[in-house]
């Protein structure tokens, strides 16, 4: 038993209607669970695979869910780069082994699963590229048509022929990604295509998740804090709110410092975090080389602000430089491929530790949210190419030397 509540005035919304935002105050809406009716253990958990599924008490959709098994994804002990840093314990769950390579997959999953048990039979969303990937493939499961607006020569090259192969209608818009949500936004109510953005409370309860599998990796163990990049700000306050129904449950007694990072053209978070401000400026030119967090409004702000601060957690900014130096340290020091919003937690962890702002004891779980494919015109604009020689053995050794 769940229903819909406004996070800002606390309106109730049943669950079988189509909204997005409340109709008394305008901000967004989450789902509440009944937690005297959640009837499960942790030990039930731990007998399930693990996977999105695994924690379905936890989540809205109640037939059979439609899925390309999400979820389930490694959290790599990065002893390299940790050791470097003085951290012992830094780990990075990588998001980017999910169906279409990015940990919208989680929300998208049960997202799709809800459009079509409220009977919706089209769906759409606006994209820096990776949630349009991740429905246009869940739509093609799920057989209903799907459109996506992207901001026009700003999003990565395998996430666009992700979307048009599996099918999507892709729109170009001359404009950005807050731009293009507010479109589609628009184009949703007025015409009845279900709105899967971070503004549907339902898709975030997928991402949740993540928070749910980071500590069943650790054994069950609460990290001292999580880092996640931040765009939409979805992702942070979607693994918060799942935190917290753990805590809700006796599941878990404490929850990890949620610390959010931007790039620093594109940082409205943090400057809220850094000047305490309980409304978000937004950034009316939002620029980085990570394109997937290339936001300069974030939808969910109010939701990641309350995460960051009632954990004691923290945001900061680290420029396009240190994005793409930590995902060459990633890819080459520790064997994992990201692309350069997903290394943008690692490159934080590292900006925060070398400030002294981190204790070293902590157990840091860093959420690494998309795959390195996704983006290979940043990654081959960074590395030598490939040396073309002749096709005999002489050539080789004098191209080795
Ligand atoms: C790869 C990647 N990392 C991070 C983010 C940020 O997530 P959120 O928008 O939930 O803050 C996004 C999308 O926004 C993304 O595609
Ligand atoms: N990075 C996102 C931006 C849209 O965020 P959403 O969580 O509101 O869908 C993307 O991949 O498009």
Request: charged share 20%.
């Amino acid at each position: 038993m769940y229903r819909l509540v406004c996070v800002h005035c606390g309106a109730i919304y049943s669950p079988d209607q189509i909204i997005y935002t409340c109709n008394r105050c305008g901000h967004l809406l989450t789902v509440e669970y009944d937690m005297d009716g959640i009837d499960v253990s942790r030990d039930e958990w731990n007998r399930r695979p693990l996977s999105v599924w695994r924690y379905r008490e936890l989540l809205p959709v109640r037939g059979e869910p439609v899925s390309l098994q999400e979820g389930g994804t490694p959290l790599y002990h990065l002893k390299t780069i940790g050791k470097e840093l003085g951290l012992p314990e830094l780990y990075a769950k990588h998001e980017g082994m999910n169906p279409t390579g990015s940990f919208k997959d989680r929300g998208m999953t049960v997202g799709v699963s809800m459009a079509c048990e409220l009977g919706m039979t089209s769906v759409a969303c606006a994209s820096t590229g990776n949630t349009s990937a991740s429905l246009a493939a869940y739509a093609a499961k799920a057989g209903v048509p799907c459109v996506v607006l992207l901001p026009a020569g700003k999003v990565a090259l395998g996430k666009v022929a992700q979307a048009l192969m599996h099918g999507a209608r892709v729109i170009s818009i001359r404009g950005n990604f807050d731009r293009a949500l507010e479109m589609v936004h628009e184009l949703c109510i007025t015409h009845g295509l279900y709105l899967l953005n971070s503004v549907n409370p339902y898709r975030l309860e997928g991402q949740k998740t993540i928070g749910f599998e980071a500590i069943d990796q650790l054994g069950g163990e609460v990290p001292d804090r999580m880092v996640l990049p931040v765009g939409n700000a979805g992702n942070i306050s979607a693994v918060y709110k799942g935190l917290r129904e753990l805590e809700a449950l006796g599941f878990i007694d404490r929850l990890p410092m949620m610390t959010g990072i931007q790039a620093a053209g594109s940082a409205p978070v943090v400057r809220a975090i850094e000047r305490n401000l309980d409304v978000l400026v937004p950034e009316s030119a939002p620029e980085t080389i990570a394109t997937a967090i290339r936001i300069g409004a974030p939808v969910n702000a109010e939701k990641a602000l309350v995460a960051i601060r009632a954990t004691g957690g923290t945001a900061a900014s680290v420029t396009d430089e240190e994005i793409l130096a930590m995902q060459r340290d990633l890819a080459r020091k520790e064997g994992i491929g990201v692309e350069p919003a997903s290394a943008a937690s690692v490159a934080g962890i590292r900006k925060l530790a070398e400030l002294g702002l981190i204790d070293k004891d902590e157990r840091i779980v860093c959420v690494v949210t998309g795959h390195l494919l996704k983006d290979p015109e940043t990654v081959v604009r960074q590395c030598e190419p490939p040396t073309e020689i002749d096709a005999d053995l002489p050539s080789l050794l004098s191209a080795l030397r």
